[in-house]
T-cell receptor, first 115, second 112 residues
Framework: AQSVSQHNHHVILSEAASLELGCNYSYGGTVNLFWYVQYPGQHLQLLLK??????LVKGIKGFEAEFIKSKFSFNLRKPSVQWSDTAEYFCAVNLGSSNTGKLIFGQGTTLQVKP | KAGVTQTPRYLIKTRGQQVTLSCSPI?????VSWYQQTPGQGLQFLFE???????NKGNFPGRFSGRQFSNSRSEMNVSTLELGDSALYLC???????????FGPGTRLTVT
């Protein structure tokens, strides 16, 4: 069965540190890739998405992600985190060839940024 | 543009009862998906509707059902509630089937 794996369950960083959250998926076909963020007490928000084209995608709030097809990875990065980035981050995959909107989510990574 | 709305936001039910949750998608969005979020299992896909038709269903028992109306609003129903059904139920809408999904705030269901 298709799955999404997020390697880091809990990450603690100081402000201004760089961030990289790993995401790998298991599916050999065409995929659409997403990162969502859930701030404390808020609903899931779309950070960025990849459908096709340039494998380096930029999202909101200075986040970016790189799709590496050969590694089945879609890692999220931010050069300098802020205290307000404290949240839970979810990687999600849609099987592009399946003609369905079903998202398969990773288990999530809790990011804590210390001021 | 208003976001996805879900009602009610919180619900407490007793084992054996049934519950209906409602979702209003973003205006113009025709696809609605439902997910269950729990601390142990994370976010799991329940079902997906497009133009009043269920296009896909997740690996949940038949007690979980849903429907979509002609105005794209959707409801999901859980019958014969079990303690394990306690979760945050999220609705998401998108323009089309493979487009990015926008999530609502969820309905927090507690089964006692």
């Amino acid at each position: 069965a298709q799955s999404v794996s997020q390697h880091n369950h809990h990450v603690i960083l100081s402000e201004a540190a760089s961030l990289e959250l790993g995401c790998n998926y298991s599916y050999g076909g065409t995929v659409n890739l997403f990162w969502y963020v859930q701030y404390p007490g808020q609903h899931l928000q779309l950070l960025l998405k990849y459908f096709s084209g340039d494998p380096l995608v930029k999202g909101i709030k200075g986040f970016e992600a790189e799709f590496i097809k050969s590694k089945f990875s879609f890692n999220l990065r931010k050069p300098s985190v802020q205290w307000s980035d404290t949240a839970e981050y979810f990687c999600a995959v849609n099987l592009g060839s399946s003609n369905t909107g079903k998202l398969i989510f990773g288990q999530g990574t809790t990011l804590q940024v210390k001021p | 543009k208003a976001g996805v709305t879900q009602t009610p936001r919180y619900l407490i039910k007793t084992r054996g009862q049934q519950v209906t949750l409602s979702c209003s998608p973003i205006s113009g969005h025709r696809s609605v998906s439902w997910y269950q979020q729990t601390p142990g299992q994370g976010l799991q896909f329940l079902f997906e509707y497009f133009s009043e038709t269920q296009r896909n269903k997740g690996n949940f028992p038949g007690r979980f059902s849903g429907r979509q109306f002609s105005n794209s609003r959707s409801e999901m129903n859980v019958s014969t509630l079990e303690l394990g059904d306690s979760a945050l139920y999220l609705c998401a809408s998108s323009l089309g089937v493979n487009d990015e999904q926008y999530f609502g705030p969820g309905t927090r269901l507690t089964v006692t």
